[in-house]
């Protein structure tokens, strides 16, 4: 049975510009292996595939492997704080990931507060993936879910973040920051 993983490898420069060029090279490299998505942040590059086991690792060896994550793992931490982690790293897809299954199950405040967050994650991820239009879009419809809101939730200052997000949102660009 096929496991999702999330390879995080050292990134030396490369930009969301070369997405296409990364992707269609991690393609060939992983031959054999049903490669889902790679995004790329600041100082890692994130891939996404489908494996029975880890034998796709001796096939990136010639890149730093930072952390490997079996999503079919049982998370052991505090949800919250993880996902917390998981942004300031620029994950913003496993952040997203982390946080959509509680979002399902909430309802009014909570709901839309988790919605906006996992907007706000999503843009970046489309950030990461050289699609900035996209991603400024995404990042206004996160804006009104958490505009109405102020002070902490969880682990998370909304203030803070509902500030950052309007100057991005000002400035007309996504620049990543720490929650």
């Known amino acids: 049975m096929n496991k ?3 390879v995080i490898l050292e990134n030396k420069g490369l930009s969301p510009k070369e997405y296409k060029s990364l992707f269609n090279l991690f393609k060939k490299i992983l031959v054999g292996y049903k490669l889902n998505d790679i995004r790329i942040g600041n100082f890692h ?16 060896n010639e890149f730093k492997i930072i952390e490997v994550r079996d999503l079919s793992e049982q998370m052991q931490k505090n949800i919250f704080e993880f996902a917390k982690e998981l942004f300031n790293k620029e994950r913003f897809w496993e952040f997203h990931e982390v946080l959509e299954s509680l979002w399902r199950k909430n309802e009014g ?4 507060i988790l919605h906006g967050l996992i907007l706000i994650a999503a843009a970046f991820v489309h950030k990461q993936r050289g699609n900035d239009k996209v991603a400024l879009s995404v990042l206004k419809r996160a804006f009104l879910e958490i ?17 950052k997000v309007s100057e991005m949102l000002n400035n007309r660009y996504l620049k990543e920051f720490r929650i």
Do not use: A, V
């Open 147 to 163: 505009e109405n809101y102020e002070g902490m939730y969880q682990c998370f200052d909304i203030t803070y973040i509902k500030n």
């Open 4 to 6: 999702r993983f999330i």
């Open 45 to 60: 590059i994130e891939i996404d595939l489908f494996s029975s086991n880890k034998d796709f690792l001796k096939l990136l």
């Open 109 to 112: 405040k909570e709901k839309n």
